[in-house]
C-alpha cells in the first residue's frame, strides 16, 4: 500500500498540519481524528488495516489530516476564542489543506469526509458547511452541537459551527440545492457510550424538512461507542457505495444517483 507523510504550512494556523495518505486512487476520503486526537490515530487504531482492500484495490484514496481540538474545543479558554480558533481551522483546511489533496487527485471530483465520536463532528460539519468542496460523508456516532464546549454561550463564530442551531434556519436555495445533491451517511449504536443518539436524529429531522437526501442508520442495542464496531460499520458502507458504483474518483455525486442509492441502501 502506497503510504505517505505530509507536513502543509498554515499561515492560518501559524504552525503546519500533518497528514498521512494511503493508496494511490479512487474516491478521496478526508478522515478528521476524534476529540483531541492526531493525523495518526486512524491507522494506529487498525482502520486503514480494515479498510486496505478498498485502498489497494484503487476504490479510495485516504487523507488523515491532523486536528486541533486542544487549541479549539477542548481548549481552556473563553467559549468565544474556542470558536474563533474552529473558525481558523475551517478556513486552513479549506484553503490550505484542500489545494494540496487536489494536487493527488482527479481535480473538481468529490471529496468524501469521515470520522468517528468528535471526528464525526467534523466530518459532518464540514460537509454541510461547505457542500460545494464535499460530495460525501460518513460519519460514525458523531456528536452534532458543540453546546458541551460552549455551555450557553453563542454568537455567530458558535452558531455556524453547530449543525443543530443551524440547520433548522437553513433556507439559502444554493446551499440547499447542493446538499440535495450530495450523500450524508450517519450511523450510531444503540448501546454503551452511544451518548449522542437523539443528536443523530435530530440531525436527520431537520435534513428532512429541508428535503435533503440522507441515511440515518441506528444500529442494535448491543452496539457501542468503540472502535469494533466502527471497523465492521465503516466496511459496511464502503461496500454499499463500491456496490452502488459510487466509489469513482472522477465525478460529484449527483441528485438522481443519490436519491436511487437512498432508496436502494438496505437492499444494497
Known amino acids: 500500500m502506497n503510504r505517505e507523510y505530509h507536513v502543509i504550512p498554515s499561515q492560518t494556523l501559524g ?8 493508496g494511490h486512487s479512487g ?30 484495490s484503487g476504490k479510495i484514496q485516504v487523507f488523515c489530516i491532523d486536528g486541533i481540538d486542544s487549541e479549539s474545543w477542548y481548549a481552556p479558554v473563553p467559549p468565544a476564542d474556542k470558536a474563533r480558533r474552529a473558525n481558523d481551522y475551517d478556513y486552513a483546511i479549506i484553503h490550505e489543506v484542500i ?15 469521515h470520522g468517528v465520536s468528535f471526528g464525526a463532528y467534523h466530518a459532518a460539519n464540514f460537509y454541510l458547511r461547505h457542500p460545494d468542496v464535499f460530495d460525501s460523508c460518513i460519519a460514525l456516532s458523531g456528536n452534532y452541537s458543540i453546546a458541551f464546549a460552549v455551555g450557553a454561550f453563542c454568537n455567530s463564530d458558535v452558531y455556524f459551527n453547530d449543525p443543530l442551531m443551524y440547520l433548522p434556519n437553513l433556507h439559502e ?19 454503551p457510550w452511544e ?3 437523539g443528536e443523530a436524529r435530530a440531525v436527520s429531522h431537520h435534513l428532512h424538512t429541508k428535503n435533503v437526501p440522507h441515511v440515518l ?23 454499499k457505495l463500491e456496490r452502488a458504483g459510487c466509489l469513482r ?20
Open 15 to 22: 504552525h503546519p498540519l500533518e497528514m498521512l495518505i494511503f
Open 27 to 56: 474516491k478521496p476520503v478526508l478522515v478528521f481524528p476524534s476529540s483531541e486526537g492526531r493525523f495518526f490515530d486512524y491507522e494506529n487504531f487498525g482502520m486503514i488495516g480494515t479498510i486496505a482492500p478498498f485502498i489497494d
Open 99 to 113: 489545494p494540496h489533496i487536489r494536487q493527488h487527485t482527479v481535480p473538481h471530483a468529490g471529496i468524501m469526509t
Open 173 to 191: 436555495d444554493k446551499i440547499l440545492s447542493q446538499l440535495r445533491e450530495d450523500l450524508l451517511l450517519i450511523c450510531c449504536g444503540q448501546g
Open 195 to 197: 451518548d449522542w443518539l
Open 217 to 239: 442508520d441506528l444500529w442494535g442495542y448491543d452496539v457501542g461507542h468503540d472502535w469494533p464496531w466502527w471497523k465492521k460499520q465503516i466496511l459496511h458502507f464502503l461496500g
Open 249 to 268: 474518483s472522477d465525478h460529484r455525486f449527483h441528485r438522481e444517483q443519490v436519491e436511487s442509492f437512498v432508496r436502494e441502501f438496505h437492499h444494497l
